[in-house]
Nanobody
């Protein structure tokens, strides 16, 4: 059994900062990629930022220069540092990972349960 557990979502004022964490646990051989998505009410889930095992990253245009994705391979954890937050960043943030399992062997695309980020004064 492999799972992702997110944390860090909360209410923050505009202009503030927040760091989300997502830890993978279970029978993991390797994590090929990890990413953060978000979904606001009435909208489709969208990619916020992604990072592959080699460290290359990509970002949505709306968050470039404000958000930073990073990962700790030893802890199987990915982080999303969010600065200069805006009300339009309000959404449920989901962690996603492409995981190679040890047992049963295979590749699994996994989602976390989501964490609410609300940017409001």
């Amino acid at each position: 059994q492999v799972q992702l557990v997110e944390s860090g979502g909360t209410l923050v004022q505009p202009g503030g900062s927040l760091r989300l964490s997502c830890a993978a646990s279970g029978s993991i051989l390797r994590i090929n990629s990890m990413a953060w998505y978000r979904q606001a009410p009435g909208t489709q889930r969208e990619l916020v930022a992604g990072i592959i095992s080699g460290g290359s990253t990509n970002y949505a245009d709306s968050v470039k220069g404000r958000f930073t994705i990073s990962r700790d391979n030893a802890k199987n954890t990915v982080y999303l540092q969010m600065n200069s937050l805006k009300p339009e960043d309000t959404a449920v943030y989901y962690c996603n990972a492409a995981i190679v399992r040890i047992s049963p062997p295979g590749l699994q695309n996994l989602w976390g349960q989501g964490t609410q980020v609300t940017v409001s004064s």
